[in-house]
């Protein structure tokens, strides 16, 4: 573990109970043409910040759905803050909403929004079960 994120995310903050601030960089790495970053990092990153408002908490979350609305193209290497915020709380379910923009004018770059499932820690331990099952010979004879 390095302790640096892979996605670029270089510093997260709630603001507020229901509202996290993250400061992003698209690395170059992440490029899908030239000077853009690749929409599949767009989504990856939008996952990650409306994730982390519950796990910012102390609530463990899982994504159930997420929907992302690409606006402009994300440029690399530049400033650029994810605002995430809850839309309200159902049961085990965190409906969480957020945007992307560019810093400093704070142009509209991508819009999510998502479902996330409160998990508890064993949660892992059971896909992992869960998993290796799949990897079992299975009894095909009948």
Do not use: N
């Amino acid at each position: 573990m390095t302790g640096v994120c892979r996605l670029g995310v270089e510093h997260e903050r709630l603001d507020g109970p229901d509202t996290a601030l993250f400061d992003v960089r698209c690395p170059r790495d992440q490029e899908g043409g030239p000077d853009v970053a690749h929409g599949g990092w767009t989504a990856a990153v939008l996952d990650e910040c409306l994730g982390h408002i519950a796990l910012l908490q102390g609530v463990l979350t899982v994504t159930a759905e997420l929907s992302v609305s690409f606006v402009k193209p994300v440029p690399v290497e530049r400033p650029i803050e994810v605002r995430a915020w809850v839309e309200r709380r159902a049961g085990s379910r965190w409906y969480i909403q957020g945007e992307m923009v560019l810093l400093p004018g704070r142009a509209l770059l991508a819009k999510a929004s998502g479902i996330w499932v409160r998990r508890d820690p064993a949660h892992f331990d059971r896909h992992q079960r869960w998993l290796a099952e799949q990897d079992a010979p299975r009894d095909t004879s009948e």
